[in-house]
């Protein structure tokens, strides 16, 4: 009856880092701003597209993944400055609605940069599965998951041991506590908007060596990193993470056990059920206002 599970778990580990990291740039935005950024999947294009054309110019591949993270970054701080700070005072719904927009023209602008071929990115380490506890290990998905705590360790480090850090967290608890002790808020979420660039980017370059990425990837991945931040818990980075990593093993198991065909239909059905149980998500907590 589990036959093949365990590799049902690798794969799903696997897929499941990468949506973690893609829920993990939405929580960032949201803790600052308390916007949802829906143009966070197209970080996740950038980082794959962006990669594989410096490699293909000419760069050698690590430097390539990094000059790419580091420019999705920086259209990510653009993206605040330009479209989102001059909204400030307006509705959060306005904001929300503006990310859609930088969205599409993010995606026609990679359709027209890169055309509509679907790319690959070389493996970091070769492709020679490495067979162990009954399953086919692809040398990538050490990358991945690698990566993966590699950056949650940076982040843990950052918002605890630096002063930028402390500031996003203050701005993220009560923002206009905040902004009377000194700190700019503004300046938080243009490096919240970076932060989560760079982060979608690197989930974007570790994971097309295993899934190819094209021009329109991003509403897909983007998709599935908000289901995993809701999951997880909105606005907890770490609950993210774990939403991420539950997603992608229900996705896997649904996909090999009942039909590939509803992929895609698995983990939303999951996260409305649990939902309707625990709208806060399973690692969130519940919030009280007064009205």
């Known amino acids: 009856m589990f036959a093949g599970a365990p590799q049902y778990i690798v794969s799903g580990l696997t897929q499941g880092a990468a949506y973690g990291l893609i829920g993990l740039g939405f929580t960032m935005i949201f803790n600052t701003t308390g916007i949802i950024n829906f143009a966070q999947g197209e970080f996740v294009m950038l980082g794959g597209m962006l990669s594989v054309c410096l490699s293909v110019a000419g760069l050698p591949l690590p430097l390539a993944i990094v000059a790419a993270c580091l420019a999705t970054a920086v259209i990510g701080g653009l993206m605040e400055r330009l479209a989102i700070r001059p909204l400030a005072g307006a509705p959060p719904v306005n904001a929300v609605i503006i990310t859609i927009g930088v969205s599409i023209l993010l995606r026609g602008g990679a359709m027209l940069a890169f055309g509509k071929d679907t790319l690959a990115l070389p493996a970091f380490s070769g ?3 490495i067979l162990a506890f009954g399953a086919a290990i692809q040398p990538q998905s050490l990358w991945v998951l690698a990566v993966t705590l590699a950056l949650l360790a940076a982040l843990k480090l950052f918002f605890t041991a630096t002063i930028q850090g402390k500031a996003m967290l203050a701005c993220a608890c009560q923002k206009k506590a905040a902004s009377l002790v000194g700190i700019s808020v503004a300046r938080m979420a243009l490096l919240s908007f970076a932060i989560s660039g760079l982060i979608g980017a690197t989930a974007g370059a570790i994971l097309a060596p295993i899934t190819m ?14 289901a995993a931040c809701i999951l ?4 907890n980075p770490f609950g993210a993470a774990a939403g991420g990593l539950i997603l992608g ?8 056990y009942v039909s590939s065909g509803y992929k895609d239909a698995f983990a939303f059905i999951v996260l409305l059920l649990l939902l309707f149980v625990k709208p806060s998500g399973l690692f969130g907590k519940a919030g009280v206002e007064r009205v």
């Open 249 to 256: 093993i229900l996705e896997s198991f649904g996909a090999g």
């Open 127 to 129: 492709v020679k599965p």
């Open 232 to 235: 997880g818990g909105l606005g």
């Open 213 to 226: 990425t094209a021009y329109d990837v991003g509403m897909m991945l983007g998709l599935k990193g908000f």
